[in-house]
T-cell receptor, first 114, second 110 residues
Framework: SAVISQKPSRDICQRGTSLTIQCQVDSQVTMMFWYRQQPGQSLTLIATANQGSEATYESGFVIDKFPISRPNLTFSTLTVSNMSPEDSSIYLC???????????FGEGSRLTVL | KNEVEQSPQNLTAQEGEFITINCSYSVGISALHWLQQHPGGGIVSLFMLSSGKKKHGRLIATINIQEKHSSLHITASHPRDSAVYICAVRYRGSQGNLIFGKGTKLSVKP
């Protein structure tokens, strides 16, 4: 199994600023994902973080707003840029082991934008 | 449109009760996951199923591929089981992305 450390766990930010969320996995994983969970809603996939190349974004999400890095098989970052109150959500990092399909999730980053 | 339907949306139980949460999906899948989300937001993967039945402690998950239906059962429920339970499926032929149900909020009273 894998353990995912995600930070910050929560933050309160001002409109117009940017915040970078870090995700560290304690073992090499095949795939890493970033999700958003808006209040009272289920998870929505933002993008798949690809190691060494640009992330694959889902419809409605763009790189300029949510730049993602994945420099190696155990680490990824998600930046929420030029934040507005509508970006207030929980952001979750997830990983999947390719050989087993097993899923792992971080503890989430609860972001409030004022 | 590929959807995942969960029921009930909310569930309140007394400690010790047997609990069932249901999940239906619309087309062929390669895997179904049951997840548990605690109030702080963190998510734990409980089960991954592609057929049959799995058991872990007081939790049992079953899947009926023909009926496109899965259930999560909790025996001898306890207040610490209070959480949101989410069903998620990976459809066959997809890029591997998951489709999530809206979750079932379970509250177990002592």
């Amino acid at each position: 199994s894998a353990v995912i450390s995600q930070k910050p766990s929560r933050d309160i930010c001002q409109r117009g600023t940017s915040l970078t969320i870090q995700c560290q996995v304690d073992s090499q994983v095949t795939m890493m994902f970033w999700y958003r969970q808006q209040p009272g809603q289920s998870l929505t996939l933002i993008a798949t973080a690809n190691q060494g190349s640009e992330a694959t974004y889902e419809s409605g999400f763009v790189i300029d707003k949510f730049p993602i890095s994945r420099p190696n098989l155990t680490f990824s970052t998600l930046t929420v840029s030029n934040m507005s109150p509508e970006d207030s959500s929980i952001y979750l990092c997830s990983a999947r082991q390719g050989s087993t399909g097993e899923l792992f999730f971080g503890e989430g980053s609860r972001l409030t934008v004022l | 449109k590929n959807e995942v339907e969960q029921s009930p949306q909310n569930l309140t139980a007394q400690e010790g009760e047997f609990i069932t949460i249901n999940c239906s999906y619309s087309v062929g899948i390669s895997a179904l996951h049951w997840l548990q989300q605690h109030p702080g937001g963190g998510i734990v993967s409980l089960f991954m199923l592609s057929s049959g039945k799995k058991k872990h402690g007081r939790l049992i998950a079953t899947i009926n591929i023909q009926e496109k239906h899965s259930s999560l059962h909790i025996t001898a429920s306890h207040p610490r089981d209070s959480a949101v339970y989410i069903c998620a499926v990976r459809y066959r032929g997809s890029q591997g992305n998951l489709i999530f149900g809206k979750g079932t909020k379970l509250s177990v009273k002592p």
